[in-house]
T-cell receptor, first 113, second 114 residues
């Protein structure tokens, strides 16, 4: 079974802190995604990566950056956390561009106070 | 651009009731369509999919038929169980090779009571 893991299930940070969210997949997938999930808004794509060191902006990249130094790991970085970044963050991966099924991690619920 | 509209929840049903969650989409060409499910405390997982018009996706008693003429992909189940309580997301993948970014609806929360 494909497994996508995220470093934390719950995280509480203060305004202005730098925050790292880690995601690891164990199936050698090429493409990885970061979403945020908010009530009434569904899932919104923040960034995605189609290869090591490659990244593309999604729909809401402002306030975020990403890093993909190894194929299995995709990190989301909040350079200076703000209260409006309190949300559920979901990581996903997909085998390649011919496959549409995205495999999701369990999510990290981030609270910024 | 592409968009997915699904019925707003929450939806509350009694066990063994019939379920329909409506989903319509806007996209050019022939997108692929999906239903994902998110159980409490978990990430999303693929429930079913359909990749061309008139295809029916099915899994775990759930069904959805890709209707090109009405741009719809409604989710149905004949008899829901308490264990079906979850949030359901309709999604599309745009038409064309290499287009694997999904566009999601806002989600519909289903609660099934005994």
């Amino acid at each position: 079974d494909v497994k996508v893991t995220q470093s934390s299930r719950y995280l509480v940070k203060r305004t202005g802190e730098k925050v790292f969210l880690e995601c690891v997949q164990d199936m050698d997938h090429e493409n990885m995604f970061w979403y945020r999930q908010d009530p009434g808004l569904g899932l919104r794509l923040i960034y995605f990566s189609y290869d090591v060191k490659m990244k593309e902006k999604g729909d809401i990249p402002e306030g975020y950056s990403v890093s993909r130094e190894k194929k299995e790991r995709f990190s989301l970085i909040l350079e200076s956390a703000s209260t409006n970044q309190t949300s559920m963050y979901l990581c996903a991966s997909i085998r390649d561009s011919s496959s549409y099924e995205q495999y999701f991690g369990p999510g990290t619920r981030l609270t910024v106070t | 651009g592409n968009s997915v509209t699904q019925m707003e929840g929450p939806v509350t049903l009694s066990e063994e009731a019939f379920l329909t969650i409506n989903c319509t989409y806007t996209a050019t060409g022939y997108p692929s369509l999906f239903w994902y499910v998110q159980y409490p405390g978990e990430g999303l997982q693929l429930l079913l999919k359909a990749t061309k018009a008139d295809d029916k996706g099915s899994n775990k008693g759930f069904e959805a038929t890709y209707r090109k003429e009405t741009t719809s992909f409604h989710l149905e189940k004949g008899s829901v169980q308490v264990s079906d309580s979850a949030v359901y997301f309709c999604a599309l993948a745009p038409w064309g090779a290499g287009s694997y970014q999904l566009t999601f609806g806002k989600g519909t929360k289903l609660s099934v009571i005994p």
